[in-house]
Structures are given as C-alpha cells and as structure tokens.
C-alpha cells in the first residue's frame, strides 16, 4: 500500500506535539508557597517582586543560572533561577517564563515562594537563602520496581552512579551531573543529580548526600525516582530521560511537508492508515503515561525562614496580653519542663506558649543560641518553634498552636478512642516515625528527643502526628550521638533501661520510647497504668507475652475490632517489639523503621525479649527477669515527665 512519507512525517509531528503539550501541562514537583508573610497588592514588595521575575527571566536564559535581590529591607526580595544542565537555551526559557506566571498564580500574595519543575526552578523570597542547604526533602517514585533478581546489583550501582555524580557535581560550576551506569546485562540506570549554584561545593556535596541517603526510606525498589528540596535535586530511571554528553543543539524541526497534486486513492488511503497510526501513538503515550505514573511522597516540609535571634525574640508584654497574663483559663497542660499556655497574637494567630520553670538552669545566652538552632528543625511532624521570650527570670517559647490536643487525650480516654480509627492511627505511627527520624537524622543537628511519649505527640487538623518538647534537654553536635548524664529527664515507662538506670542515651533510647509508644497506639493501653486483671503488669511483657503465644494481634484496641488490616497492624507490633528489645544494638535505627513501615516485602528479624522495667506499687523499680536491677531509680510520677539527678 501506497502511503506518501510525507504522512508519516504529519503523523510523528503530531505525536510529538501531544507529548510535547502534555509534558507542558504538568505539576511542578515542588510548590511551596510560605504562609509565614504575605504581601499586599501595590506595596513596594509587590514592585519589586514585579521587577525581580522578568529580571530572573532574561538574566537566567544567559547561561542557566541567576541569582539576584531588588529593593532595600524591609521590601527587599531575593530571587533565583536555574535550568537543568543539559536542557537548550529555549527549553530553559520556556520552563522559566511558565514558573514565573505560574508562581504568582499558585502563590498569590505571599513573600516567599518555590516552584520546581522537571528543567527548572524558581525561587524567591523576602529573607537572603542563597548558600544555605534546604534538607527538607520531597520525593517522586516510579509504581514499577526492578525485578528482585537485578535489585542488588541495581542498588549498588545506583549507589556508586550517584555517589560518583555528587562528587562530580559539586566541584564543577555548574553544580550539575549525569551519567549512566549498567545493571544488568542489557539494562542501563540513567543519572542525573544538582544543586543550585548558589551552594558552595561543600553544601552542595553534603546537601546530595541527605538526599542520596533518602533513597531507601523514600523509594526503595522503584525503578526510577526524583528527591529534591529547594536546593538539590536527583533523579534516576532505566531509560534515558537526561542528555548524557554535552548538550547538542536541538533537534531540527520536520521539514516542511510539500503540496502535491495527488490523486482520490492517494488521500484516502493515507487517511485512514493515519487514522490507526494515529490511535497507536495515542495508545503508546497513554501506556507511556501509565508506566511513568509517580506516586507523590511529600515527606518534608520547606525550612522557609531561618532568622536571626533577634527576630525570633517576641515582647512578654506581648505574650502576657496574648496568653491574658498566663491565665488558667487559657492553660492547655502542665509538662516536665514548665506550664503550657494557648494565646493569640494581636494578628490573630493561634499560638501555645510555653513557660519554663524558674530553675531551667540555663543562661541566656545558651538559652537563644538553642532556640535559634531548634528554631531551624522544621519538618511536617514536628511542632513548629517560633520563637522565645527572654526577660529577667522569664523565658517563655512560642510554639504554632496545633488544634486537636495530644495523643494521650484520645488514645487513653476510653469516650475518645473509637475517634481515632486504625487509619489514624497508622498514619500516627509513621509521622511520628518520620519526625523522629528527621530529629535523629537531620544533617546539621542530631537531637534526642528524651521524652517522647503519648502527651508529647499533637495532633493537627488533619490528625497528623506533630512531635513536642524536642530538643528540651541537649543539642548535640553533628558526630555526638551518645552521652552520658547525670541529669535524667524522661518519663517512666517510656524510657530505656540502659537510661533510666544509668543516664546513659542515644538514638537507641529514643528508638526505645517509640517502639512503646507504638504498642500504646496499637493496644491504647498506657505504658505504666495498664489494667487488665490477672495479666502481666506492665505493656511491654504482655505484648510480649502475647507475641510468644503467637497471638499478637490480641493486642489491638478492643474498638477497633472491625476496621483494620491485620497485616499492618501486625506488622507494627512486630516493629514495636523490634524497639523495645533489651539489648539496644539490637533495636532498629529510625531509619530502618521507616523502611520497615513503607515496605511490606522486607523481612523483619524476631525480636528478643523487651526490657521489663516495671514500677512497684512503693516505687522501687524492679526487673521481673532479673535483666538487670538497681534501686538508683526511685521515683516517678504517672504520666508526668520528671527530672531526676542521678547520683553516679
Ligand atoms: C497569607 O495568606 C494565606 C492565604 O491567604 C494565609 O493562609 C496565611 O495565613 C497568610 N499568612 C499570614 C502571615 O498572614
Ligand atoms: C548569588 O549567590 C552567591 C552565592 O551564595 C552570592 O555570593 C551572591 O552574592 C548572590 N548574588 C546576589 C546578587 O545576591
Ligand atoms: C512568556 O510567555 C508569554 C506568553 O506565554 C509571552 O507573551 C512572553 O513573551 C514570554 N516571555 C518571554 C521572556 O519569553
Ligand atoms: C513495588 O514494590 C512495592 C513494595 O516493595 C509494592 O507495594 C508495589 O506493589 C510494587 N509495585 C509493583 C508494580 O509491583
Ligand atoms: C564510580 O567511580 C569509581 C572510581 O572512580 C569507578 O571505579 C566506578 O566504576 C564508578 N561507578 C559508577 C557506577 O560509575
């Protein structure tokens, strides 16, 4: 059959141009858009902003990059660009001249916003964050998984490729690498990895190192994926989706197709073969489409403004109007560390303030030097920090107010435990997962949280797990993971043996209140007050016991009988019981249980017997396997944290 070429060349122009609008059309990968500032419509911001985007727009399209600020403080705006390495001039200019419409139409009014997409990025802001590392990592994986047989071989080259990448492409100036490796006889892994320019070599280094380490938890298996924060960004996939050599100049366009004088049959013919051949391009773009289709992962959120000590210093008078004077009526609790009290600024927002006791024991100066660095941890699952109050003897910290109370004002109330379904819960479990992780795992600060337990979990509008009171005891640096105190802050039932007994903490003291904190979830039973006539005392050794008699799943919240998939639920206790073993080289790091909670197929190891410390009725603590005892630990208080001087 006769089909002139120049059909064929409509038929693949066509095609592309579908592909080509419906890779116009999409999402960005990363928007964020700040509520911490807005703008108002014809301010000076407003001014400068409209400057500072087609500024971007035709400096950035000179040779990928642009960074720059317009106007003077308090109006000043920053402002960046940057264009994937290996895309053309026009692809780079298109992507922009889309972010900058796009930014304006997502973020309406705010003065610090981010979008990312495929080729760009464009970012702007009314504080300076050019060379600092954004950590706060999203991810994209692909549904489909390499087959077991190729998956060690493909993890470890995929290993070697991005670690090779990011050495590569910190040093250059372009802060931009790509290459492929093989995995398999026939199948190539295909790399790409950056930064912003703005980032120093190191940062940069150290930034695709975070990222590269959340490979694991985010998308283990998937046979692609992208993690990215405002900063880095990596992506991998078995096909070639990146130009690996240096960029060619692209592709001429079809040449123009010729009129002919043809004959009935010529047309007709051809029209209906490009009719089908037109339905197989459709076909093959929607397979495309399918096999590409991404699971959105936001596992962190955007540190937006890492300010001064000055500006995180709130007026107590302030505070004292917002809070009515430390009122009873506007207190939410009491914690180990002082009273917790709800306010409202004169803006109207909602805010928990909290006042720590007279004999915090710490200088001022130390005192602002932790809340500015606590004040950098932001992440989805904890509670944000927004500042402090320091006068005279008072220092108060102001905390966003999270609505819906914390965890024990639902897991332990018996009216209140059917409002948090398995679902909930299970949503919980991995929030508060990740928010313990990110403490413990967090480049640039390392912090044990020390007390973690159901009062100091809240609970947001949307029942997402929000960690409180980190950071209350020590900040550590970056390499210090253990320690040894002789000032014991924790709560009893909660803490780990090797902690309670001998000061001694690490992650793995942390990895133990959670793993207790999950049977709490699983069972809502308490820890140190568990009633269930003729049964063991405490929580833990009848988990145990229950596990050992291979009826685990009794453990459940009687109200949850119905709704709730056994697996998950027996995959938790089994995660719980990980946690809670004696031994705290055995216990799990954060990160393999955030692995172990994403991924069903991983094998998880039997757990060893918990550690049994359980609380007397005159307060001596005892050991029922005789693991270990000591009668240094002689008080406690139900529920409540309490510190404790340990006389070693
Ligand atoms: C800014 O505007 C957004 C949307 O209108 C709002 O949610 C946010 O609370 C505002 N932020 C401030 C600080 O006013
Ligand atoms: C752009 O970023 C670099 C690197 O952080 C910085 O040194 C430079 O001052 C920035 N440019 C402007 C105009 O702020
Ligand atoms: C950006 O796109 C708009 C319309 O899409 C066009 O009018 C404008 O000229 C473009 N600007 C640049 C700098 O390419
Ligand atoms: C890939 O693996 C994950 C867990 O490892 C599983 O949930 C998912 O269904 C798998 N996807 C496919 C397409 O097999
Ligand atoms: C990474 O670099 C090492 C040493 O330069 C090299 O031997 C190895 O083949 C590289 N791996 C990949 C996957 O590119």
Same mark, same amino acid.
């Given at each position: 059959?006769?089909?002139?070429?120049?059909?064929?060349?409509?038929?693949?122009?066509?095609?592309?141009?579908?592909?080509?609008?419906?890779?116009?059309?999409?999402?960005?990968?990363?928007?964020?858009?700040?509520?911490?500032?807005?703008?108002?419509?014809?301010?000076?911001?407003?001014?400068?902003?409209? $400057?500072?985007?087609?500024?971007?727009?035709?400096?950035?399209?000179?040779?990928?990059?642009? *960074?720059?600020?317009?106007?003077?403080?308090?109006?000043?705006?920053?402002?960046?660009?940057?264009?994937?390495?290996?895309?053309?001039?026009?692809?780079?200019?298109?992507?922009?001249?889309?972010?900058?419409?796009?930014?304006?139409?997502?973020?309406? *009014?705010?003065?610090?916003? #981010?979008?990312?997409?495929?080729?760009?990025?464009?970012?702007?802001? *009314?504080? =300076?964050?050019?060379?600092?590392?954004?950590?706060?990592?999203?991810?994209?994986?692909?549904?489909?998984?390499?087959?077991? @047989?190729?998956?060690? =071989?493909?993890?470890?080259?995929?290993?070697?490729?991005?670690?090779?990448?990011?050495?590569? #492409?910190?040093?250059?100036?372009?802060?931009?690498?790509?290459?492929?490796?093989?995995?398999?006889?026939?199948?190539?892994?295909?790399?790409?990895?950056?930064?912003?320019?703005?980032?120093?070599?190191?940062?940069?280094?150290?930034?695709?190192?975070?990222? $590269?380490?959340?490979?694991?938890?985010?998308?283990?298996?998937?046979?692609?994926?992208?993690?990215?924060?405002?900063?880095?960004?990596?992506?991998?996939?078995?096909?070639?989706?990146?130009?690996?050599?240096?960029?060619?100049?692209?592709?001429?366009?079809?040449?123009?197709?010729?009129?002919?004088?043809?004959?009935?049959?010529?047309?007709?013919?051809?029209?209906?073969?490009?009719?089908?051949?037109?339905?197989?391009?459709?076909?093959?773009?929607?397979?495309?489409?399918?096999?590409?289709?991404?699971? =959105?992962?936001?596992?962190?959120?955007?540190?937006?403004?890492?300010?001064?000590?000055?500006?995180?210093?709130?007026?107590?008078?302030?505070?004292?109007?917002?809070? *009515?004077?430390?009122?009873?009526?506007?207190?939410?609790?009491?914690?180990?560390?002082?009273?917790?009290?709800?306010?409202?600024?004169?803006?109207?927002?909602?805010?928990?303030?909290?006042?720590?006791?007279?004999?915090?024991?710490?200088?001022?100066?130390?005192?602002?030097?932790?809340?500015?660095?606590? &004040?950098?941890?932001?992440?989805?699952?904890?509670?944000?920090?927004?500042?402090?109050?320091?006068?005279?003897?008072?220092?108060?910290?102001?905390?966003?107010?999270?609505?819906?109370?914390?965890?024990?004002?639902?897991?332990?109330?018996?009216?209140?435990?059917?409002?948090?379904?398995?679902?909930?819960?299970?949503?919980?479990?991995?929030? $508060? @997962?990740?928010?313990?992780?990110?403490?413990?795992?967090?480049?640039?600060?390392?912090?044990?949280?020390?007390?973690?337990?159901?009062?100091?979990?809240?609970?947001?509008?949307?029942?997402?797990?929000?960690?409180?009171?980190?950071?209350?005891?020590?900040?550590?640096?970056?390499?210090?993971?253990?320690?040894?105190?002789?000032?014991?802050?924790?709560?009893?039932?909660?803490?780990?043996?090797?902690?309670?007994?001998?000061?001694?903490?690490?992650?793995?003291?942390?990895?133990?209140?959670?793993?207790?904190?999950?049977?709490?979830?699983?069972?809502?039973?308490?820890?140190?007050?568990?009633?269930?006539?003729?049964?063991?005392?405490?929580?833990?050794?009848?988990?145990?016991?229950?596990?050992?008699?291979?009826? #685990?799943?009794?453990?459940?919240?009687?109200?949850?009988?119905?709704?709730?998939?056994?697996?998950?639920?027996?995959?938790?206790? &089994?995660?719980?019981?990980?946690?809670?073993?004696?031994?705290?080289?055995?216990?799990?790091?954060?990160?393999?249980?955030?692995?172990?909670?994403?991924?069903?197929?991983?094998?998880?190891?039997?757990?060893?017997?918990? @550690?049994?410390?359980?609380?007397?009725?005159?307060?001596?603590?005892?050991?029922?396997?005789? &693991?270990?005892?000591?009668?240094?630990?002689?008080?406690?208080?139900?529920?409540?944290?309490?510190?404790?001087?340990?006389?070693?």
């Amino acid at each position: 059959m006769y089909v002139p070429r120049f059909m064929y060349l409509i038929i693949i122009f066509s095609c592309f141009l579908l592909f080509h609008n419906h890779v116009q059309a999409q999402e960005p990968l990363l928007e964020i858009c700040s509520n911490t500032a807005n703008y108002t419509s014809n301010s000076q911001f407003q001014t400068n902003l409209n $400057i500072l985007l087609p500024s971007l727009l035709s400096d950035g399209t000179r040779d990928g990059f642009f *960074n720059t600020s317009i106007g003077t403080s308090p109006d000043i705006v920053y402002g960046l660009v940057q264009c994937r390495g290996d895309i053309s001039m026009e692809d780079c200019r298109s992507c922009l001249n889309n972010s900058a419409v796009e930014i304006i139409r997502r973020c309406p *009014n705010r003065k610090d916003a #981010a979008l990312r997409y495929d080729l760009c990025i464009l970012r702007y802001s *009314n504080t =300076r964050f050019f060379s600092q590392v954004d950590s706060d990592l999203q991810s994209l994986y692909n549904l489909e998984n390499v087959s077991d @047989a190729d998956a060690n =071989r493909y993890n470890r080259q995929l290993g070697n490729l991005l670690n090779n990448l990011s050495t590569t #492409a910190a040093s250059v100036v372009t802060k931009f690498g790509a290459a492929s490796t093989d995995y398999s006889d026939f199948k190539d892994i295909y790399g790409l990895v950056m930064c912003t320019r703005d980032l120093p070599a190191t940062e940069c280094f150290s930034c695709l190192q975070i990222t $590269i380490g959340w490979i694991p938890s985010c998308c283990a298996n998937s046979d692609g994926a992208q993690v990215f924060s405002t900063t880095c960004y990596i992506r991998y996939e078995i096909y070639p989706f990146v130009q690996i050599s240096s960029p060619s100049p692209s592709p001429s366009p079809p040449p123009p197709v010729q009129g002919k004088s043809v004959n009935v049959v010529a047309i007709v013919v051809p029209v209906i073969v490009a009719v089908i051949l037109a339905a197989i391009c459709v076909y093959f773009i929607t397979k495309r489409t399918r096999k590409n289709r991404r699971k =959105r992962k936001p596992e962190l959120i955007y540190e937006n403004d890492i300010r001064s000590e000055d500006s995180l210093q709130f007026d107590l008078n302030m505070i004292r109007t917002a809070t *009515n004077d430390f009122s009873d009526a506007n207190k939410l609790g009491e914690g180990g560390f002082g009273a917790v009290y709800k306010g409202e600024l004169l803006d109207g927002q909602e805010i928990a303030v909290k006042r720590l006791s007279k004999n915090s024991g710490q200088g001022s100066l130390e005192f602002k030097n932790e809340v500015v660095l606590l &004040h950098k941890l932001q992440h989805r699952n904890l509670v944000r920090l927004l500042g402090f109050c320091l006068a005279g003897e008072e220092k108060v910290l102001i905390y966003e107010y999270v609505p819906n109370r914390s965890l024990d004002k639902y897991i332990f109330v018996p009216a209140r435990k059917a409002d948090l379904d398995w679902e909930m819960r299970y949503k919980i479990i991995g929030g $508060i @997962a990740r928010g313990l992780l990110y403490l413990h795992e967090d480049s640039r600060l390392r912090i044990i949280h020390r007390d973690l337990k159901a009062g100091n979990i809240l609970l947001d509008e949307e029942m997402n797990a929000k960690i409180s009171d980190f950071g209350m005891a020590k900040l550590f640096g970056v390499d210090q993971t253990q320690g040894n105190t002789s000032r014991i802050a924790g709560t009893f039932g909660y803490m780990a043996p090797e902690y309670a007994l001998h000061g001694l903490f690490s992650v793995k003291s942390d990895v133990f209140s959670f793993g207790v904190l999950l049977l709490e979830i699983v069972s809502a039973q308490k820890t140190n007050n568990f009633h269930l006539s003729g049964l063991p005392r405490d929580l833990l050794s009848y988990a145990w016991k229950l596990w050992r008699e291979g009826n #685990a799943l009794q453990l459940i919240d009687p109200t949850l009988t119905h709704c709730f998939s056994p697996n998950e639920v027996m995959r938790c206790i &089994h995660i719980g019981l990980l946690c809670v073993q004696e031994n705290l080289e055995d216990r799990p790091t954060m990160s393999s249980v955030v692995l172990m909670l994403n991924s069903y197929s991983l094998t998880l190891e039997s757990p060893s017997a918990p @550690a049994f410390i359980i609380e007397t009725t005159t307060g001596a603590q005892e050991s029922e396997n005789n &693991h270990s005892t000591s009668s240094s630990l002689l008080y406690s208080v139900d529920g409540v944290s309490f510190v404790k001087t340990n006389p070693r």
